[in-house]
T-cell receptor, first 115, second 113 residues
Framework: NAGVTQTPKFQVLKTGQSMTLQCAQDMNHNSMYWYRQDPGMGLRLIYYSASEGTTDKGEVPNGYNVSRLNKREFSLRLESAAPSQTSVYFC??????????????FGSGTRLTVV | EDKVVQSPLSLVVHEGDTVTLNCSYEVTNFRSLLWYKQEKKAPTFLFMLTSSGIEKKSGRLSSILDKKELFSILNITATQTGDSAVYLCAVEVPNFGNEKLTFGTGTRLTIIP
């Protein structure tokens, strides 16, 4: 049971380059999320998707776009990377009926460095 | 603006000690409070609390919620080196089916053998 899978695990980008972070879950969850984690800041919500075909902005959406490709996959795109986007990115998923037992399930993260 | 504050920011104790971690919150609307343990990678789920005064317990870990005073505590008894981690508190805010989590900055717990 893989849970939430993120790729890549590590990435170094030059300023201005673009890339897409991939996330897939195999738990048949409707809701998916992208967070970034910076030292001293906790996890901050970038974008989320309550169901296939819908996406909404979170706390820090500037500089990012997302696509909910299907129920399993939720990707995060950086169109023109900036050093301020250096962070660890976590994808998560959840389902209302399961939350009391499993909470929100997180992937293992992508460590992104923009130079 | 929704806010979750954890204290202390860091804590260093000896193996066998008991620790209490604190989480207070101010949110527009409240559904639940969650505790996570984060070691090197993904946060792992510990507890979800929805009702005041009902203790959740798992082994040496326990947690309780006070919805009147807007805080929760996480207790760890007889600490072990494997308990060293960052402990995250998050509040779930309902939003017409678009529930989401707002996190605190975490408490870094270090257990000295």
């Amino acid at each position: 049971n893989a849970g939430v899978t993120q790729t890549p695990k590590f990435q170094v980008l030059k300023t201005g380059q673009s890339m897409t972070l991939q996330c897939a879950q195999d738990m048949n969850h409707n809701s998916m999320y992208w967070y970034r984690q910076d030292p001293g800041m906790g996890l901050r919500l970038i974008y989320y998707s309550a169901s296939e075909g819908t996406t909404d902005k979170g706390e820090v959406p500037n500089g990012y776009n997302v696509s909910r490709l299907n129920k399993r996959e939720f990707s995060l795109r950086l169109e023109s990377a900036a050093p301020s986007q250096t962070s660890v990115y976590f994808c998560a998923s959840s389902e209302g009926r399961d939350r009391w037992l499993t909470g929100y399930t997180f992937g293992s993260g992508t460590r992104l460095t923009v130079v | 603006e929704d806010k979750v504050v954890q204290s202390p920011l860091s804590l260093v104790v000896h193996e066998g000690d008991t620790v209490t971690l604190n989480c207070s919150y101010e949110v527009t609307n409240f559904r639940s409070l969650l505790w996570y343990k984060q070691e090197k990678k993904a946060p792992t789920f510990l507890f979800m609390l929805t009702s005041s005064g009902i203790e959740k317990k798992s082994g040496r870990l326990s947690s309780i919620l006070d919805k009147k005073e807007l805080f929760s505590i996480l207790n760890i008894t007889a600490t072990q080196t494997g308990d060293s981690a960052v402990y995250l508190c998050a509040v779930e805010v309902p939003n017409f089916g678009n529930e989401k989590l707002t996190f605190g900055t975490g408490t870094r717990l270090t257990i000295i053998p």
